[in-house]
């Protein structure tokens, strides 16, 4: 059984740096694809970004490219999104998700993934 926890959240002013982190387990990660998505009050859940664990290819949401870096430590099992330069619009629940997504095109997509975790909120005071 897949088991994501997310950590990292807080309250942070515009301009500001966080960094989420996604602890994976329960099995081997090689053939996944790991993802941040992020939902707003009243919004639609919203891809971030992604990475492909084994090759490391990394997917950024055009809103967050060269803001956002997101990577991965295979020895510790966990996945990182750097975030600097932080917006009010920034904030949202944060969520990582994992699953074996084989066409690029779907890890954007919520529905590509089955695990999830249970999320953790960013907040950015302008």
């Known amino acids: 059984q897949v088991q994501l926890v997310e950590s990292g959240g807080g309250l942070v002013q515009a301009g500001g740096s966080l960094r989420l982190s996604c602890q994976a387990s329960?099995?081997?990660?090689?053939?996944?694809?790991l993802g941040w998505f992020r939902q707003a009050p009243g919004k639609e859940r919203e891809f971030v970004a992604a990475?492909?664990?084994?090759?490391?290819?990394?997917y950024y949401a055009d809103s967050v490219k060269g803001r956002f870096t997101i990577s991965r430590d295979s020895a510790k099992n966990t996945m990182y999104l750097q975030m600097n330069s932080l917006k009010p619009e920034d904030t949202a629940v944060y969520y990582c998700?994992?699953?074996?997504?084989?066409?690029?095109?779907?890890?954007?997509?919520?529905?590509?993934?089955?695990?999830w975790g249970q999320g953790t909120q960013v907040t950015v005071s302008s």
């Open positions: 990475i492909s664990w084994s090759a490391g290819n990394t």
């Open positions: 998700a994992a699953d074996q997504i084989q066409r690029a095109s779907h890890v954007l997509l919520p529905r590509a993934y089955a695990y």
């Open positions: 329960g099995r081997t990660f090689s053939n996944y694809v």
